[in-house]
């Protein structure tokens, strides 16, 4: 089935679609989940993804103008690369077993997200609001916190994390040892 822009499609199961390096312009996808699919550097202008799965996809340096995530979930997809920043809304998403390396977040607010055992190395927060998230076993390695509200959320499983306590919100935020005392490393201070 081929996606044509400016159309909407409802409860459509969409499986080994290549849409890599295509634009999609005001498309609404509601209820529909695609299969081992690839939106590789594609770009996504106005469209809205409303209760969709995607799972086993390609979504490595997708470019979403614009465009809405509402109840969606991302299972087992590359998600590499991604400016989510430049998303339009995202209202309650699901990423499960996703890589998403080197994505960046800004200014948004996703109090309704959650992340499970997901790769966020190199990843970037900034301006975030991310109050009461659950972050379940995911690894952190390189990723840079920035501005961002983190109050009561949840880092317990998770691991390679730092966050500079000084320039982000930490208020009731759960940590565990050993990985916490990476949170006393911009302290300038020595541990024996």
Request: with cysteine; proline share 1%.
């Amino acid at each position: 089935m081929q996606i044509v822009d400016f159309e909407s499609y409802e409860n459509i199961q969409f499986e080994n679609i290549d849409l890599e390096d295509q634009t999609l312009q005001e498309v609404t996808f509601y209820r529909c989940s695609f299969e081992a699919s690839s939106f590789q550097y594609t770009e996504l202008i106005d469209c809205e993804f409303q209760e969709c799965q995607f799972v086993g996809c390609n979504m490595a340096v997708a470019v979403f103008s614009n465009s809405k995530v509402i109840d969606t979930e991302f299972r087992d997809s590359k998600l590499l690369g991604i400016n989510w920043g430049n998303l339009g809304p995202v209202i309650v998403a699901r990423y499960t077993n996703c890589l998403m390396d080197r994505c960046a977040f800004s200014s948004q607010n996703l109090l309704k997200v959650k992340f499970n055992s997901c790769s966020l190395r190199d990843a970037a927060f900034s301006d975030c609001k991310l109050a009461r998230v659950k972050f379940e076993d995911c690894d952190f390695a390189g990723c840079q916190f920035h501005q961002t509200d983190l109050s009561y959320s949840d880092f317990t499983s998770s691991r390679n994390y730092f966050m500079n306590a000084e320039t982000n919100k930490l208020k009731k935020t759960k940590f565990s040892l050993p990985e916490a005392v990476s949170l006393l490393a911009n302290l300038e201070i020595e541990l024996k």
